[in-house]
């Protein structure tokens, strides 16, 4: 049997849990390492890929969701998904032009992933 995957190109921010969730976009972008980053997954993993190394996520660790920034009290489109995963403290940004088809990939897959509408 052929296991299903796919892979997209994108860049990946390490932010601190707290702040994340406090929201500052700024700092995120700043430290965005773009577009460095190949996003592998698979029915059991997701692999982040760079020229500086590699982190894997087990898939019952794992939730996806949209990452929408805000312009004053109004949503933007999704730019990047957020990985909150289990036992960090921090959160995954990983930015890619296509958040939205990555969302839906990592569901095809059983990924918990959620694209909310603005």
Known sequence: MISESFDARGGLTHVDRLD???GNPLRAVRRMAWPTVKLHADDSTLT???RTGSDTLEHFHVTALAHRPLY???PLPAT???FEVEGRDEVLLFWTPRAGAVLRALEKLGWDAEDAAP
């Open 48 to 50: 982040f890929t760079s």
């Open 20 to 22: 994340f969730t406090r």
């Open 80 to 82: 990047a998904v957020s």
């Open 72 to 74: 004053g009290r109004f």
